[in-house]
Nanobody, 124 residues
Framework: QVQLVESGGGLVQAGGSLRLSCAAS????????MGWFRQAPGKEREFVAA????????YYADSVKGRFTISRDNAKNTVYLLMNSLKPEDTALYYC?????????????????WGQGTQVTVSS
């Protein structure tokens, strides 16, 4: 069992930056591919970014490519999402996820473990 707790969300102006953190407990994240998703009010949850357990590959949604960067620190059991050049349409509840099989499984929207989310609000 893996417990995931997100932090770092908040209110930021358009063009600003935020760094989200996802702290894991229960097991080492070195066993897991990790990812971030988001869900805006009235919309379905969507994939944002994923990173493979061996840090070989990273994957991004087209809407965030070039602006967001996913990284992981296995020693700290933490995954990060650095978000630059934020836009009002990035406003959402951001979730962390862990999946043992592959990062591509996360890209498909499937993961074994999910956090509770952290709210990101971007004002125009």
């Amino acid at each position: 069992q893996v417990q995931l707790v997100e932090s770092g969300g908040g209110l930021v102006q358009a063009g600003g930056s935020l760094r989200l953190s996802c702290a894991a407990s229960g097991q080492s994240i070195s066993r897991y591919n990790m990812g971030w998703f988001r869900q805006a009010p009235g919309k379905e949850r969507e994939f944002v970014a994923a990173i493979s357990l061996a840090i070989i590959g990273t994957y991004y949604a087209d809407s965030v490519k070039g602006r967001f960067t996913i990284s992981r620190d296995n020693a700290k059991n933490t995954v990060y999402l650095l978000m630059n050049s934020l836009k009002p349409e990035d406003t959402a509840l951001y979730y962390c996820a862990a999946e043992p099989s592959s990062a591509r499984t996360i890209v498909a929207g499937i993961a074994n473990y999910w956090g509770q989310g952290t709210q990101v609000t971007v004002s125009s």
